[in-house]
Every structure is written in structure tokens, then in C-alpha cells.
């Protein structure tokens, strides 16, 4: 099993930025594909980014495609996820997650393993 947890969240001014980390350990990092959901109050937890095990390929939710950003580095066992030009409706306990099947990137039931995330308040 693969434990993830992740930090760099805060609070920042709407149009900032901010660089969430998930760094990963149990097992070999470079086996998985690694996701970002968001979670804002009130709402389900819905996907935001996700990246292929060797980095090659990247998904985004409309939203935050050309704002956001999805990285890692398999040697450092870490994911990040650089956010940039940052609203008010960014708002949410941003979660790291972890998946070897290499399907079902956008749903929640998709990924096995999860960090016990990290809050991103935007102020306007």
C-alpha cells in the first residue's frame, strides 16, 4: 500500500499562487499514476489533474487547464501540482491520490489511495 501526504497549502490572494507537494512512500512511486482532487465546503470531491506514471501524459478538468499544472518526480517519490491565477472558487481541501490501474482518472471510485489533504483558501 502506498502512503501519500501531502502540504504547501494556505491562503492566498485571489490571482496567486501556490505549489501543493504529495510526496508518496510504502511503495515504488513509479508504478502509479498520481491524481489531484479538490473538495470545496458543501460540494463532493471532484477531480482536478492527474499524471501518467512516467510523467508523459497529463489530464486536467476544464476549470484549471492553463492555471494549473501537474508534475512529478519519480526519484523524489513526489507530485506536485502548481496553481496559478488562484479564485475565490479554488476554496477547498485539495487531496492527493494514487492509482496502478491507469484507468478511471475522473472519478473518485478511481483511485485507491488517498493523502488526508491539504486546505487552499483563495480570498477575493
Known amino acids: 500500500q502506498v502512503q501519500l501526504v501531502e502540504s504547501g497549502g494556505g491562503l492566498v490572494q485571489a490571482g496567486g499562487s501556490l505549489r501543493l507537494s504529495c510526496a508518496a512512500s510504502?511503495?515504488?512511486?513509479?508504478?502509479?499514476?498520481m491524481g489531484w482532487f479538490r473538495q470545496a465546503p458543501g460540494k463532493e470531491r471532484e477531480f482536478a489533474a492527474a499524471i501518467s506514471r512516467s510523467g508523459g501524459s497529463t489530464y486536467y478538468e476544464g476549470s484549471v487547464k492553463g492555471r494549473f499544472t501537474i508534475s512529478r518526480d519519480n526519484a523524489k517519490s513526489t507530485v506536485y501540482l502548481q496553481m496559478n491565477n488562484l479564485t475565490p472558487e479554488g476554496t477547498a481541501v485539495y487531496y492527493c491520490a494514487a492509482q496502478s490501474a491507469g484507468t478511471d482518472y475522473y472519478t473518485v471510485s478511481g483511485w485507491p489511495y488517498w493523502g488526508q489533504g491539504t486546505q487552499v483558501t483563495v480570498s477575493s
Open positions: 510504502g511503495r515504488t512511486f513509479s508504478n502509479y499514476d
